[in-house]
């Protein structure tokens, strides 16, 4: 799942970075308003944690830019603003929720968890798929109640193709939303990945639809 995390304070961006990579998330980076504009809008994210207070460009007038322009990531409002005239207005220009600083890590990345489990169409934090279980608060993985040892990839790839149940995934969003930006990416690293997930999933779980990429069927 792949994060773009906008903040101008290089401190608190920096320990954004670090908690949600500790989480499995790949994050990118903007610290203007401008690049973090140009970036949602050219870049497919599965969430953006936006501050409002940006230079070169405000965070509301980023957000509404965004939704003008049909991004549909769920976004995060992080703000030092906390007046409930500040929340209604951010939540009318379409964000999906609002984090007032100094916030805790632990509840920035349950609002992630919820966010980007709301705009999968996914009501528990517990994903499914036949006797697959993923925990996503705990990032525990168990098949038929027995502990799934995964690497941070694996994971990775794992509920990203659970959020997106029955949507066949290109190797190319794989790539993009699974690696890290300046890991090694190319499509035989996305195709051996898949199949040392499929050799711990078993081979049925994960299809493939050739010429097109992989998929979990929404049946499974």
Not at 23 to 50: C, K, M, P
Not at 85 to 112: N, Q, S, T
Not at 131 to 150: C, F, M
Request: hydrophobic share 40%; charged share 30%; glycine share 8%.
């Amino acid at each position: 799942m792949r994060i773009l995390v906008v903040e101008d304070e290089p401190r608190i961006a920096a320990d954004l970075r670090t908690g949600l990579e500790e989480a499995n998330y790949v994050v990118d980076e903007a610290g203007d308003g401008e690049a973090a504009w140009f970036r949602a809008g050219t870049e497919d994210y599965d969430a953006i944690v936006l501050d409002l207070g940006l230079p070169r460009l405000d965070g509301l007038t980023v957000l509404r830019r965004l939704r003008a322009e049909g991004v549909a990531a769920p976004v995060l409002i992080l703000t030092a603003r906390d007046g409930w005239r500040d929340k209604v207005e951010g939540i009318d220009a379409g964000a999906d929720d609002y984090l007032a600083k100094p916030f805790r890590m632990e509840e920035l990345l349950a609002r992630v968890r919820a966010i980007t489990r709301r705009a999968a169409g996914q009501a528990s934090p517990v994903l499914r798929a036949g006797p697959l279980e993923v925990d996503t608060r705990s990032r525990q993985a168990t098949v038929d109640g027995r502990a799934l040892p995964l690497s941070a990839l694996e994971y990775r790839l794992l509920c990203y193709l659970l959020h997106h149940r029955g949507r066949i995934l290109s190797q190319t969003d794989l790539l993009e939303h699974v690696y890290e930006g300046d890991s090694e990416r190319d499509i035989n690293a996305v195709e051996a990945l898949v199949a040392r997930l499929r050799r711990k999933l078993g081979a049925d779980l994960i299809e493939t639809r050739r010429g097109h990429g992989y998929l979990i069927p929404a049946g499974s």
